[in-house]
């Protein structure tokens, strides 16, 4: 997929933003029908959920929009290039989002390498000097997601 300008980077910035919520947001229903609410887990996916919550509304912020067609255009492109969450909650399960607090962790942590790295191409390929900048800048936004993530994990690690 190739992002043509800044607005498009941002759309699909929010799409990635909106399934790690979706994500998030079930996750945390189906360790709640588990009783597991009491956990570690269930406390850090929260702060998970705020922290995609707050990057959503930053990209909001910017977000002007773009014609009804061009944004399902880019939504089957996300999907269909797999850079929203593969497989969705049960792809996640399966790679320990719900096992415990580190392994929940280290799937975040691999998430926002993803992420990050997905936007750095979408920059290298944009014609679009804005759009590059755009998305070199939210690459680096998911940098520090990425940072904090790490050092929970080496404090669990210790």
Known sequence: MKIQSAQEALFVACEMERGAIQLYERSLLLLGEMHREKEPLYAQLSCMLADEKQHLLQFRELYTGLNTAMEQQL??????????????????????LLKDERSMLAFAADAEKTAAATYRAFAEQSDAPRASEMLSGIALEEDKHLKVLQEHLAYLNV
């Open 75 to 96: 939504a089957l492109a996300a999907v269909a290039s797999s850079i929203l969450f593969e497989g969705g909650l049960m792809g996640a399960v399966r790679k320990g």
